[in-house]
């Protein structure tokens, strides 16, 4: 099982929380999604023989969010726009 935190652009409300969770969630292999809103950071639990690192990237992309490499305060909600 591998884990990472990634840093993440655009999420401000629990909508957003909910938004990438579902999305990641959904991908086969995936243990766990926790959002950590005031922190803009999304932690993921994953088993690396099953799903990659780049597939969980792009699931987050496809939901309307970036992915930085080092987390910056956003006042604006991607799903909200």
């Known amino acids: 099982m591998q ?3 990634l840093d993440v652009k655009g999420m401000s409300c629990g909508s957003c929380a909910n938004t990438i ?5 959904e991908l086969s292999g995936i243990e766990l999604v926790k959002v950590l809103l005031s922190e803009g950071k999304v ?9 990659g690192l780049k597939d ?12 930085t490499d080092a ?8 799903c909200c726009s």
Not at 21 to 25: F, P, T
Not at 43 to 51: L, Q
């Open 3 to 5: 884990q990472v935190t």
């Open 21 to 25: 969770e579902k999305s990641v969630g």
């Open 43 to 51: 932690d993921v639990s994953y088993n690396e023989n099953t799903v």
């Open 56 to 67: 969980i990237k792009s699931a987050i992309s496809e939901s309307g969010y970036e992915i």
């Open 71 to 78: 987390p910056e305060n956003n006042s604006s909600c991607s």
